[in-house]
């Protein structure tokens, strides 16, 4: 005689598809000559992720990178809190130049890093950060040329030959080919966010 066994379906929790889902991101671009797979690399692994992105700029309107990608602009980077965002990306570029001495860009970084966010720059743009006093006594790559790796010397900072350098919350990046690594590991950082929070929520009696 045989035994009948019922089928019981057991659905464990999937590992949610959308780790970000509760981030949002900043990007900053130059109006013209952005340099586009800096630019589009990272925010396709960003929103695949879940997370949301906004565009800011010095000009309203379509902005142009070097091989001809148009953007839509969200918002003036006179006009950003960083307190709204979890993550701020300065773009690299020839066009990105427009931010190394720009007061605006510089608030912005500063207000980032003292709100303790995730701040990255990839290609020249690590210059951005070097002036705004971010980087100082911290390791950081660029886009390297006697200018630009003379400017991190200047601000105390020691430069690394490698194509994506993380020093804390901030991500450096040396150009396009490192497009990949540099969102991944600004990825890497805000869901160490994630586990920090969800950690400290545990260990409150908080729940989600």
């Known amino acids: ?13 999937l590992k949610t598809e959308k780790p ?10 130059a109006h013209k000559d952005f340099k586009d797979e800096e630019y589009q690399v990272p925010r396709n692994i960003f929103e695949r992720l879940g997370a949301k ?4 700029s010095s000009d309203t309107g379509i902005a ?3 091989r001809g990608l148009k953007v839509k602009i969200d918002t ?32 912005i970084a500063k207000s980032a890093a003292r709100n303790g966010k995730v701040i990255a720059a ?14 100082r006594w911290k390791e950081a790559t660029v886009w390297a040329s006697p200018k630009t790796k003379h400017i991190l010397k200047q601000e105390k900072i020691e430069y690394i030959p490698r194509p994506v350098v ?8 040396n150009g396009p080919i490192a497009a990949k690594q540099f969102g991944e590991e600004i990825v ?21």
Request: charged share 15%.
């Open 64 to 66: 142009v990178g070097t």
């Open 122 to 135: 990839i290609c020249i743009a690590p210059v951005i950060l070097a002036r705004a006093g971010v980087l």
């Open 20 to 29: 970000l889902i509760n981030k949002t991101l900043l990007f900053v671009i």
């Open 53 to 56: 992105v906004t565009v800011a």
């Open 1 to 13: 005689m045989g035994y009948f066994f019922p089928l019981v379906l057991i659905f464990l929790p």
């Open 166 to 173: 993380v020093s804390e919350k901030i991500v450096t990046a």
């Open 76 to 107: 003036l980077i006179s006009q950003i809190d960083t307190f709204d965002f979890d993550g701020l990306v300065f773009v690299g570029g020839m066009g990105a130049k427009e931010y190394w001495d720009s007061e605006v860009a510089h608030r």
């Open 188 to 208: 890497r950082l805000l869901l160490k966010e994630n586990e920090s929070s969800n950690t400290e929520s545990k260990g409150s009696g908080v729940q989600n």
